[in-house]
């Protein structure tokens, strides 16, 4: 089995578009699970947040920076999911009002709303290019820093890892092996590392992928 950092993932949404289709090949609905984006969320009340967190999808990222302050990662496929079942919360109407702005037309292809949408004007919503994100204090860029890994092997190897994968995750079948996609934060990379090194072949790979970790994000690891 061999598990792989993909560490040039684009960080701007265009250029995944296009890094999906030369690199990963993946259909878009299963490339969207890997792409990532950060929301600074400022709220008057306290309402619309605790509706929103009623509701928490799959792989969504959320902490309080100070009081009703927070911030929010969550993958492409996420959002859609939020703009096609839940836009009657009232962040989630602001959330597509701005990215529907900021992200390319086919990130939301399928999932626009049939009907106008009214902003709520208690509720900010900042989009977190990487540049900001690099400002982040460590213990958040550890829980918001998104790390794409492709894991290729034998379907009987990977499900072994299989109870391990809490995000998103897509899977791509050749002739003989499987390649299997998904993302975690600093931190969940961490654990995961911990587990996939019980299977004796892995043991050298993770050391070897926590270690370029580490390298790239070294104020993180003191929060971890």
């Known amino acids: 089995m061999e598990v792989r950092w993909i560490n040039n993932v684009p960080e701007l949404p265009q250029e995944f578009l296009h890094f999906n289709k030369k690199v990963l090949k993946l259909p878009n ?10 929301l600074k969320l400022e709220s008057l009340s306290e309402v619309p947040i605790y509706k929103f967190l009623e509701r928490l999808p799959v792989g969504v990222k959320f902490d309080e920076l100070k009081k009703r302050q927070y911030i929010l990662s969550l993958p ?13 919360l009232r962040l989630v109407k602001n959330l597509y009002l701005l990215l529907s702005k900021e992200l390319p037309k086919d990130f939301l292809k399928g999932a626009t709303p049939k009907h106008s949408i009214l902003a709520s ?29 492709k894991m290729k092997g034998a379907c009987k190897e990977l499900i072994t890892l299989a109870p391990e994968f809490t995000n998103p995750w897509c899977i791509k079948k050749n002739e003989d092996e499987v390649e299997f996609y998904t993302c975690f934060s600093i931190s969940e990379f961490v654990l995961f590392t911990l587990k996939a090194k019980r299977i004796e072949s892995l043991k050298d790979q993770m050391d070897g992928l926590l270690e370029s970790v580490k390298a790239l994000f070294p104020e993180c690891f003191g929060e971890i």
């Open 29 to 38: 609905e299963e490339a969207f699970k890997l792409f990532y984006i950060t």
């Open 76 to 88: 492409i496929s996420t959002l859609r999911e939020l703009f096609r079942d839940h836009l009657d």
């Open 121 to 149: 004007q208690d509720i900010l919503v900042t989009y977190l290019n990487e540049e900001k994100k690099a400002k982040l204090p460590a213990f958040l860029k550890a829980k918001h820093q998104i790390l794409v890994f």
